[in-house]
């Protein structure tokens, strides 16, 4: 169990953690001197019982270093409040403990120090104010300890509580992929680089690749796990709701910063804009309004941000609306991660609440966020089951499942079962709703069967022209699926680059056909280089206006595909470049135009727009200079 210290300066929060450890948590030879916390310390107590770790997290309690405690806090289990019993509560217990609450932390006690230097009166009058202070907050519950860790009064009460609830503590389930929040980073002679934090998710192991996050120009920086602590001790482990240290090789410590993240190396999930349901302080004087500018902790990182109400003009004091931060930097998110806001000053703990949907890295911004089918989705995050949330996505929209991995931080098998759950229809990397995927089928077919009746003289509707018809917002690879299944079971054929349906064929009038018979050896005997239009009116004397538009006939047709401008090669050729690319992309890894040009013997300038003719219609699909092939040769 992770125990995190919470209160105003001087009320006594290292030295009651001395007293139940054993160790000073002051490390550094400034606050050693000045006799205050500047950093964060801790401390840990081997529970012979179980052979498990109770680790301390001791924080600043100076209202300059807030951002430093709400670094400590984050990840932790149970909550120490220490309050003076002289002082009583303070600005500091105030906003500690909104931040603790704001984090979600339900579990907790309060140490009333310094009991030795007050009157039994003084406490009395001290305990009533926490119960104030408390009231209607899970604090509420909370057991309030009188100690001295001068004399010890009280300590052994306080720690056999503490030891009672770590007994209790239920284990971390360890679910979702490795992610751990940085909060130092050192250098140790013969080691190398070492990383500490709390694990928030997942199980990180000896020999692990991992990845810190975000790195330089939103590049991860990529390691493996050399050997880690957990909870202080060597291990082979750690998992989520424990401190780790991870020794890192390959990296140095002016590359890492507290605020990244140690994640899986598979786990993508960096964002500078985030959706939130967020809870306004009550204590706060005023609404939070569209547009204010506020500091976004997460995780250990503090970031600028700016906030749009979607659900509201305003977010009034005490009261909850769903909200959007634009922020200055990429963090490394998940749903459900905890965020807490300061105002722009950090002179205030404002609000905090909970991540409910982010846009990857480099997005075009999300419109429509404030529609009201949008709402509901988000809504749903906030409050149903991950099945149902996710259910709700998929009524908006077909899913990527590496962004829902990515998003909601699953591993394969988790993602696998909640697809399953949902009923979700997963093609080609892409999870719909079995509503929406019937629903995407049933348009497909009119729409080309409306074609049909409106031009019979067309072989069908090209992929991308029935895609801006039919779900123009569409993934290309998402849609492709759908075209892919309808293929497979015979609802559609596919005539060279065009779909139709199996009952449909466009055929040539008798004249046509006579200047077609001209025209067709031309472009059999230079199969890879066919004449272009002019070239064709020349040799053949037919008006070039004529040709080109009987090679567009034909092309509807679908004896000869248009693969540049005025430059047609027929079905059967194109086949066979298709069966060369393929071969080409299996032998390099992808179809590059340099190995297919030397492959068909034509100029660098035309396999370029051979190897283009084929992302457009589908065939392949283009990486920068790659074009991966990504269904079998459609003119077989």
């Not at 939130?276 to 004087?285: D, F, G, P, Y």
């Not at 949008?374 to 077909?398: C, F, H, K, M, T």
């Amino acid at each position: 169990m992770l125990i995190g210290t919470a209160g105003h300066i001087d009320h006594g929060k290292t030295s009651l953690i001395k007293r139940l450890t054993g160790r000073n948590t002051d490390r550094l030879p400034e606050e050693i001197k000045r006799g205050i916390s500047i950093e964060l310390g801790y401390a840990y107590v081997p529970l012979e019982a179980t052979g498990d770790v109770l680790g301390f997290i001791d924080v600043p309690g100076h209202e300059r270093f807030v951002h430093t405690m709400l670094a400590g806090a984050t990840g932790i289990d149970f909550a120490l409040l220490v309050v003076a019993a002289d002082d009583g509560v303070m600005p500091q217990t105030d906003e500690h403990l909104d931040i603790l609450l704001l984090l979600g932390v339900k579990r907790g006690a309060i140490a009333l120090t310094k009991a030795d230097a007050v009157t039994p009166e003084r406490i009395e009058e001290v305990r009533a104010q926490l119960a104030a202070r408390t009231a209607g907050t899970a604090a509420a519950s909370w057991p309030v300890f009188v100690v001295s860790s001068l004399t010890g009064e009280g300590v052994d009460a306080l720690s056999h509580h503490l030891l009672d609830e770590a007994a209790r503590q239920p284990r971390a389930a360890a679910a979702g992929r490795f992610r751990m929040a940085i909060d130092r980073c050192f250098t140790l002679p013969g080691v190398g680089t070492v990383v500490t934090g709390t694990v928030h998710a997942g199980t990180v192991r000896v020999g692990d690749s991992v990845a810190v996050a975000p790195g330089p120009h939103g590049k991860p920086l990529l390691s493996r796990v050399r050997s880690l602590h957990a909870q202080d001790r060597p291990a082979e482990a750690g998992v989520a709701g424990q401190r780790c240290a991870l020794n890192l090789p390959g990296l140095e410590k002016q590359q890492i910063e507290r605020g990244m993240w140690v994640q899986d190396e598979t786990l993508w999930n960096l964002t500078d804009r985030i959706e939130a349901s967020l809870h306004l302080s009550a204590r706060e004087a005023k609404a939070l309004a569209a547009n204010a500018t506020v500091h976004l902790h997460h995780g250990t990182v503090d970031a600028m941000a700016r906030v749009a109400v979607l659900d509201a003009t305003r977010v009034e004091p005490g009261g909850e609306a769903m909200v959007s931060f634009t922020l200055d930097r990429p963090l490394a998110v998940a749903r459900g991660d905890r965020i807490v806001i300061r105002d722009a000053a950090a002179q205030r703990t404002v609000g905090g609440g909970v991540v409910l949907d982010s846009a990857p890295l480099g997005a075009a911004p999300r419109r429509g966020r404030r529609a009201p089918s949008r709402l509901a989705y988000l809504a749903s995050v906030r409050d149903d089951s991950a099945r149902g949330a996710l259910e709700a996505w998929l009524a908006q929209q077909p899913v990527p499942l590496a962004r829902l991995a990515a998003l909601w931080n699953l591993r394969d098998d988790e993602r696998e079962q909640l697809l399953q759950a949902a009923g979700a229809r997963v093609a080609a990397g892409i999870a719909f709703s079995a509503a929406r995927w019937q629903q995407l089928r049933q348009q497909v077919l009119l729409t080309i069967g409306q074609t049909h009746e409106r031009e019979p003289e067309l072989p069908g509707v090209e992929q991308q022209r029935l895609r801006r018809i039919v779900a123009p917002a569409m993934d290309l690879e998402a849609f492709a699926a759908v075209i892919d299944e309808l293929l497979s079971d015979g609802s559609l054929v596919r005539r060279g680059a065009f779909l139709a349906l199996p009952s449909h064929k466009a055929e040539l009038g008798r004249e046509q056909r006579v200047r077609w018979e001209r025209i067709q050896p031309l472009l059999v005997d230079r199969k890879f280089d066919p004449p272009r239009v002019r070239d064709i009116a020349r040799e053949t004397g037919i008006p070039e206006i004529e040709v080109r538009g009987l090679l567009k006939t034909v092309a509807r047709v679908g004896d000869v595909a248009l693969v540049a401008h005025d430059h047609f090669f027929t079905t059967a050729a194109v086949g066979d470049l298709a069966d060369i690319a393929a071969q080409v992309a299996a032998q390099h890894g992808a179809a590059r135009a340099a190995e297919f040009r030397d492959r068909i013997g034509t100029g660098r300038k035309l396999a370029i727009q051979i190897l283009e003719f084929f992302d457009r219609v589908g065939y392949t699909r283009r990486v920068r200079d790659d074009h991966l092939i990504r269904r079998d040769n459609p003119w077989r």
